[in-house]
Structure formats: structure tokens, C-alpha cells
């Protein structure tokens, strides 16, 4: 449960809450894809916090990413509170995996 909590970021009541097809016992790691992770974390609408998290590393040309001193920590919670939300919420399973 060790892991689930490092991997997931997750807290007692939320491992509580994943349903068990999430989680692989044996390793401890949540079967959770990046390709998800990216999916549902765009809904929090802030593709740079989304793509900092995910370890993109920006094009040479965008002139933005380049200017960019930092992704505030508000907006990387927002994105994994987006994720963490869906992921605890009814239906997941339906929902882009």
C-alpha cells in the first residue's frame, strides 16, 4: 500500500476508493497509462502544467516553453486533482483508457 500511496498519490481513504481492476497487487502499481494520464489531465485545460508533469520536453521552436521560467505548483495540482478525481468518480472504467 506503500507504493500505491508514492505511485497514486494517494491517501488512505483514496486506495480505499480505487476499484481493484486499477491495481496490481503483485507490484503494487497502479495500471494507469500515461496515454490516460495525458487524456484526462487536458480536461483541467492547462496543457503546459499536463506536459510538465509528463516530463515533455518542449520543441526547440516554441517560443513560449523557452521564455516559461516555471509551471506554478497550483497548476500541477489542479492537473493531478483533475486525474485523482476521475479516477476516484463512478464510471472510470468507460472512460478513456
Do not use: C
Not at 488512505?12 to 490516460?36: H, M, Q, Y
Not at 494520464?37 to 496543457?47: A, H, K, M, V
Request: no cysteine.
Amino acid at each position: 500500500m506503500v507504493l500505491l500511496a508514492i505511485n497514486g498519490g494517494l491517501g488512505a481513504k483514496d486506495i480505499a476508493e480505487v476499484p481493484v481492476e486499477a491495481v496490481d497487487l503483485d507490484s503494487g502499481w497502479l495500471r494507469f497509462a500515461r496515454n490516460t494520464f495525458q487524456t484526462i489531465g487536458e480536461e483541467s485545460r492547462d496543457l503546459v502544467a499536463v506536459q510538465a508533469i509528463m516530463g515533455h520536453v518542449p520543441r526547440s521552436y516554441d517560443t513560449s516553453a523557452i521564455y516559461r521560467q516555471r509551471v506554478s505548483d497550483e497548476r500541477l495540482r489542479a492537473v493531478v486533482g483533475a486525474v485523482h478525481d476521475w479516477l476516484l468518480s463512478e464510471g472510470t472504467s468507460n472512460e478513456a483508457q
